[in-house]
């Protein structure tokens, strides 16, 4: 294994750097040169994007970091010190929270993305789990992060998180007690929120960096679900996609930008504007919108531990999704009945958001029942029947066949076509 | 870059040197518009570190100097520096004046040093310009060196009954705040 490297760089100092240290190569093998299916559309932008998310929140939180105090009489007076006083603070705490939700909106389409085109298959298994893991450290740092300006809603989203954990018999208090450092939420809860807010990006960069490596090793899926069987089907990550990607990376800057500059409180709420008050819960309380779907899951069971299983159930189902599905066509495109299914599974989603979102009264408790029923059923009954009864449509002989068939008619001018083959 | 040069654009039969340079144009703007983006956004974030209005608002404090008495100093915060104010006697005014420019290591008069009308007042920021230490000769009982100021016990500076340095490793006399006297008995740092 020791040994130099014999890099191909021609500028001297470079290639006295990757001649001990081959990262430029690997570089250039991993995102120059390598080889990427050729018919991605637009929905294959949101790992970049969820990338540029991470270091626009890892950037602005540890400026926020260095004027906040996580100190249960100054946190809250902290964060309005970094509105008021802190030069572009606003921006910061602004972009910050805003950012959070942001992360949320484009990992839920990168899920359903990869929901859609059978991303989690064969053999990218272990890939679709890392994902998991990804999403759920995103939700502990979100939570935690929502928790530090210390205001009514932050407090109270932390004591009802918190005592989710109560509901397990024996064990319960004295683990709520143990996340609380005390026996109720106080000092000692936000202090190790704090840390442990500060340490969990870390953390999901290091599980990040295990999720690209292993999509490097297996390559990514694309529209049709089928491997490219060689040259003809790929093209050069640069420039194609690194172009690809900077276009919807603009894209989702405005957007970002928009609600930033013009709605930056969009996704907030208004209690949290109240310092947090240990003795009056307020009249609404609900958690940040990227968790309502959970939070309607839990009030939907009428059954204190039965509820918190649920809402855990959700997410671990997702780890065994791959063996779930039972069905070798990847692509929705190729199955008409998994297609309608995918797009009620959504619905029941954004129905349950809904209801997270309203107090159980009325219709939305129905409502609420029947969509969680439909989440579970779909996965475990559904997803394995209908591998074996749906009859998919015949899939195309390879990707340039399918692409070059489709739309504008005949090979493309100049060198598109064939020029990637010679490269490779 | 090389397969940029490569790309679908550059087909046979153009001249080279028309679309080479359109696409460098574009590569150019494009680059360009990037830079601008990302110093759009690096900026502020730098600017966050810079002192905020809070910290600003600190930038200035009045001081009463009417309970300090002849041969005494007293100690203020400014801006988290110490300010050492000293009611000078009269023999302390006049050695400072006294002194020949020619033997300063940071050459300046007194009357460079104090306001007009008030040379009973020495007003300095407390920090040696060595290495940042706290001098002595604040307090009656402690050292003021050789020349009746201060005495820095870091690296033995020493400094004179105008804060000019006159022995030791500091390069510069102590350093001087803005301020202005509001009355007879009152200035206003900062």
């Known amino acids: 294994m020791a040994g130099l490297h014999k890099s191909e760089i021609e500028n001297p100092v470079l290639n006295w750097i990757d001649t001990r240290l081959p990262v430029i190569t690997m570089m250039q093998k991993e995102y120059g040169v390598f080889p990427t299916p050729r018919n991605f559309n637009y929905l294959w932008n949101f790992g970049a994007l969820a990338m540029v998310v991470l270091m626009i929140m890892i950037a602005s939180g540890i400026l926020l970091a260095m004027h906040y105090t996580p100190e249960k009489t100054m946190a809250f007076d902290s964060v309005e010190a970094i509105m008021r006083d802190v030069n572009f603070g606003w921006l910061l705490r602004y972009g910050h929270a805003n950012g959070a939700s942001m992360f949320f909106i484009v990992v839920y389409i990168h899920i359903f993305r990869g929901l859609y085109y059978g991303s989690y298959k064969a053999p990218r298994e272990l890939l679709w789990m890392l994902g998991v893991v990804i999403m759920l450290l995103m939700m502990a740092t979100a939570f935690m992060g929502y928790v530090l300006p210390w205001g009514q809603m932050s407090f109270w989203g932390a004591t009802v998180i918190t005592n989710l954990f109560s509901a397990f018999p024996l064990v319960g208090e004295h683990i709520v007690t143990w996340l609380w450092g005390g026996f109720s939420v106080d000092n000692p809860t936000l202090n190790r929120f704090f840390a442990l807010h500060y340490l969990l990006p870390f953390v999901l960069i290091g599980v990040i960096f295990l999720h690209v490596a292993a999509l490097h090793i297996t390559g990514s899926n694309n529209p049709l679900g089928i491997d490219p069987k060689g040259p003809q089907d790929t093209l050069p990550f640069h420039p194609y996609y690194t172009i690809k990607d900077s276009v919807g990376i603009c894209v989702f800057l405005i957007v970002y930008a928009a609600v930033v500059f013009f709605a930056p409180n969009l996704f907030g709420e208004p209690d949290n504007y109240i310092p947090a008050n240990p003795l009056a819960t307020p009249a609404e309380i609900v958690p940040e919108w990227y968790f309502l779907p959970f939070y309607a899951i839990l009030r939907s069971v009428p059954d204190k531990l039965g509820g918190v299983l649920m809402m855990f159930g959700s997410i671990i189902v997702l780890f065994v999704l791959p063996w779930l599905d039972t069905s070798p066509v990847r692509s929705a495109r190729f199955r008409p009945v998994y297609r309608v299914f995918f797009w009620l599974q959504l619905l029941a989603c954004i129905v349950l958001g809904m209801v997270g979102a309203h107090r159980p009264e009325g219709i939305w408790v129905i409502l609420g029942r029947v969509s969680t029923a439909w989440y579970f059923l779909h996965f475990l009954v559904i997803l394995p029947l209908l591998g074996k009864l749906e009859r998919p449509l015949p899939l195309p002989e390879s990707i340039s066949r399918a692409v070059l068939r489709g739309g504008g008619g005949g090979p493309l001018p100049g060198g598109a076509t064939a020029k990637p083959m010679e490269k490779v | ?190």
């Open chain 2, 1 to 190: 870059m090389s397969v940029t040069a490569h790309a679908p654009g550059h087909a046979s039969g153009h001249e080279p040197g028309h679309d080479a340079g359109k696409r460098d144009f574009l590569k150019l703007v494009a680059a360009a518009g990037a830079a601008v983006g990302v110093g759009a956004i690096v900026w502020p974030m730098i600017d966050s570190m810079n002192p905020s209005a809070d910290v600003l608002a600190l930038g200035s404090v009045e001081v009463d100097l009417a309970p300090v008495p002849v041969g005494q100093a007293i100690t203020v915060v400014w801006r988290g520096k110490p300010m050492f104010i000293r009611h000078r006697s009269p023999e302390e005014i006049k050695a400072a004046q006294d002194v020949k420019l020619s033997q300063l290591t940071d050459p300046q008069t007194d009357a460079e040093r104090v306001k007009a009308g008030h040379e009973q007042w020495l007003v300095v920021i407390g920090i040696c310009t060595h290495l940042g230490c706290i001098p002595l000769g604040n307090k009656p009982t402690d050292p003021r060196g050789e020349y009746g100021g201060w005495f820095c016990p870091c690296h033995g500076s020493q400094y004179d009954t105008s804060g000019r340095v006159r022995h030791g490793p500091a390069p510069l006399n102590l350093a001087l705040a803005p301020y202005e006297f509001t009355s007879d008995t009152k200035i206003k740092i900062g």
